[in-house]
């Protein structure tokens, strides 16, 4: 899978770090920080969405985006037809201007959760 070069080329992305894990509910795990292009925790879902429709296999895929006070959280599962390989993953994107993004969505929104215990698996 071109996790590592699909995000490191998106403009929304200043920093990608994509780490292999043993643990088969999630096999990736990518830490974004995110650039100052991205100007709505709505932009930064879009940038995922973008990545993700490069690198996710035809045969099935299926993916979440979960907004929260700390990072945004994306979750994804993806299959190659008529093999037994899959790929399963969370990215976890943050950054220095992030409280910004949560204080306008909050503001025109709702309010956001915290992330859920230590971080996200």
Do not use: C, K
Request: hydrophobic fraction near 40%.
């Amino acid at each position: 899978m071109d996790a590592d070069h699909f995000f490191s080329e998106h403009g929304a992305f200043a920093t990608v770090d994509v780490r292999r894990r043993e643990d088969v509910t999630s096999l990736l795990n990518v830490t974004l920080s995110i650039s100052e292009r991205v100007q709505s925790l709505q932009d930064l879902a879009h940038a995922l969405g973008d990545v993700w429709r490069s690198i996710a296999y035809q045969h099935f895929e299926a993916s979440s985006v979960t907004w929260f006070r700390e990072a945004t959280v994306f979750r994804f599962v993806t299959v190659i037809s008529g093999e037994l390989f899959f790929v399963s993953g969370t990215a976890r994107a943050s950054g220095p201007h992030y409280p910004r993004l949560v204080e306008a969505f909050e503001r025109d929104f709702r309010l956001l959760d915290p992330t859920p215990g230590n971080g996200v698996r």
